[in-house]
């Protein structure tokens, strides 16, 4: 969905190197998620922000930190590459509403390869 | 601990054909069941939600069913296009907040002429 856009769309990196991943989205949505897609597993929640004083952990946050800047900028940080956090990475936002139907609308992913 | 388990893995069918995918799961306690469907080199895009009173739902030739008593679903794509080839991706939450949403590994389909 290009209302919500990732850069870079890809990157290498080696160990030990400090990355940051951004999320930015012109859907005025509230809440924004963090995911991490791997081959043969489902997407994994790192981390996800209600509104921009709110970050909460996901399941797999450990080695990954957050900053929401912006109501429409959440930014993931990599403080150390290591090799397994090599994968697809997804921003997703959604608008709150809809109750149990809430939909979360996802960027294009970034492609993170740590050497 | 909750799950959701996809099958097939991949499937080939040809254009024109339908083809049904499906979804098991033990997430609990149960709020709504999502199917996405992701190109290659894209993120996920929603086709249907289904919440518990609810067993069936259409988005043009995909129509999602649900089961909750076996806690299944199916997604069934009429005739077939070219542009169907991609990851279906079974979801399901277990909050009324969408935000802790259990996803499965998907079922990878190419639709060929």
């Known amino acids: 969905d290009a209302d919500v856009t990732q850069t870079p769309r890809n990157r290498i990196t080696k160990t030990g190197k400090r990355i940051m991943l951004e999320c930015s989205q012109t859907k005025g949505h509230d809440r924004m998620y963090w995911y991490r897609q791997d081959p043969g597993l489902g997407l994994r929640l790192i981390y996800y922000s209600f509104d921009v004083k709110d970050i909460n952990k996901g399941e797999i946050s450990d080695g990954y930190s957050v900053s929401r800047q912006a109501q429409a900028k959440f930014s993931l940080s990599l403080e150390s590459a290591i090799p397994n956090q090599t994968a697809l990475y997804f921003c997703?936002?959604?608008?709150?509403?809809?109750?149990?139907?809430?939909?979360?609308?996802f960027g294009a992913g970034t492609r993170l390869s740590v050497l | 601990k909750n799950q959701v388990e996809q099958s097939p893995q991949s499937l080939i069918i040809l254009e024109g054909k339908n083809c049904t995918l499906q979804c098991n799961y033990t997430v609990s306690p149960f709020s709504n069941l999502r199917w996405y469907k992701q190109d290659t080199g894209r993120g996920p895009v929603s086709l249907t939600i289904?919440?518990?009173?609810?067993n069936t739902k259409s988005n043009g030739r995909y129509t999602a069913t649900l089961d909750a008593d076996t806690k299944q679903s199916s997604l069934h794509i009429t005739a077939s296009q070219l542009s169907d080839s991609a990851s279906y991706i079974c979801v399901v939450s277990n909050t009324g907040g969408g935000n802790k949403l259990t996803f499965g590994t998907g079922t990878q389909l190419k639709v060929e002429l």
């Open positions: 289904m919440t518990f009173s609810e």
């Open positions: 997703a936002t959604s608008d709150g509403t809809g109750g149990a139907k809430n939909i979360q609308y």
